[in-house]
T-cell receptor
Framework: GAGVSQSPSNKVTEKGKDVELRCDPI?????LYWYRQSLGQGLEFLIY????????KSGLPSDRFSAERTGGSVSTLTIQRTQQEDSAVYLC???????????FGPGTRLTVT | GQQLNQSPQSMFIQEGEDVSMNCTSS?????WLWYKQDPGEGPVLLIA?????ELTSNGRLTAQFGITRKDSFLNISASIPSDVGIYFC??????????FGKGTKLTVNP
């Protein structure tokens, strides 16, 4: 079946603009995670959605970052007033909620000029 | 917050050689995971470890969950060119969040 998909695959934006990154999880997966991967670094947790529970936003680096998950499926990560340090690959993963059940999408490479 | 120290940062080996990489943490984890990431793709789970002392194999890959619950290693035997990529360890503590190491970049020379 289809895996996790993310769009766009690449996004170049000017400093100060807002961007929206989309994640389509695997159908039926109740858990959805967003991570950020800076060049040469590991993955940094951003936010976690599980079913209808309140999301765990503890990894969001600033109030410029927000995420929504509509209808328990598609999720959008929004970055307002982008800064150059926001440049990174943003990865989405979905799963059934256990630690081994995180299936990653290919990521969105964001470049802020 | 929790951090993982992963080493080495990079490895250059000849095809057929064995490889070993490890991760250590200052805090205890309940689960250790090893992922591989190819360029332009998301990480793919290789091995999951759930119990201190557990030794698990997946083909040429072997990983162990350290007895102190603060470390894990991954071995790759008889490396082949398609083993090239970045290997990440990840640990899970008391929540659903995973903490990732910074990765080991593996290059295999044919």
């Amino acid at each position: 079946g289809a895996g996790v998909s993310q769009s766009p695959s690449n996004k170049v934006t000017e400093k100060g603009k807002d961007v929206e990154l989309r994640c389509d999880p695997i159908s039926g997966h109740t858990a959805l995670y967003w991570y950020r991967q800076s060049l040469g670094q590991g993955l940094e947790f951003l936010i976690y959605f599980q079913g209808n529970s309140a999301p765990d936003k503890s990894g969001l680096p600033s109030d410029r970052f927000s995420a929504e998950r509509t209808g328990g499926s598609v999720s959008t990560l929004t970055i307002q007033r982008t800064q150059q340090e926001d440049s990174a690959v943003y990865l989405c993963a979905s799963g059934a909620g256990g630690p081994n059940e995180q299936y990653f999408g290919p990521g969105t490479r964001l470049t802020v000029t | 917050g929790q951090q993982l120290n992963q080493s080495p940062q990079s490895m250059f080996i000849q095809e057929g050689e064995d490889v070993s990489m490890n991760c250590t943490s200052s805090s205890i984890f309940n689960t250790w995971l090893w992922y591989k990431q190819d360029p332009g793709e998301g990480p793919v789970l290789l091995i999951a470890l759930y119990k201190a002392g557990e030794l698990t194999s997946n083909g040429r890959l072997t990983a162990q969950f350290g007895i102190t619950r603060k470390d894990s290693f991954l071995n790759i035997s008889a490396s082949i060119p398609s083993d090239v990529g970045i290997y990440f360890c990840a640990g899970q503590g008391g929540s659903e969040k995973l903490v990732f190491g910074k990765g080991t970049k593996l290059t295999v020379n044919p």
